[in-house]
């Protein structure tokens, strides 16, 4: 889903301990083992580099980050928030993480984009303008 470079190798990503774990967990309970993005998840964390919480830079897309980003292609901007499933709620921009554009934002850092289709087949490549603190620390 990331594609920093078309063709080339996916953009690298950094995860936090506490969101792999917490993600893990996720991934591993009956409710969302079976889930279609399941899979696209588990491969972003196997590629991540996993780092504690307070080593995690300020401008890298976790859980619970509120991410700015603009689709290069039309200049729209967006104002999203990376959420577990039962928290997402599109209408007020809360994107969960097994969404296809939450997976793939998961551990952007300001500056990387990633080509993403959207519903409808639109082709967007939303790059990371900004990334506000998280909420729960």
Do not use: F
Not at 83 to 91: M, W
């Amino acid at each position: 889903m990331h594609d920093q470079n078309p063709g080339g190798p996916p953009p690298p990503i950094v995860v936090s301990e506490t969101d792999a774990a917490r993600l893990d967990a996720l991934l591993e309970s009956d409710a969302w083992r079976n889930h279609p993005a399941a899979a696209a998840l588990q491969a972003e964390l196997v590629r991540a580099e996993v780092r504690p919480l307070a080593g995690m830079p300020p401008d890298v897309v976790g859980m619970h980050s509120t991410v700015d980003c603009e689709d290069v292609h039309s200049g729209s901007h967006h104002r999203l928030v990376l959420v577990y499933p039962r928290e997402a709620d599109v209408a007020s921009g809360k994107v969960s993480v097994l969404a296809p554009v939450g997976s793939a934002l998961l551990g952007l850092a300001v500056g990387q984009h990633i080509d993403w289709e959207a519903p409808g087949g639109r082709k967007l490549r939303l790059r990371v303008t900004a990334v506000a603190p998280r909420a729960d620390g």
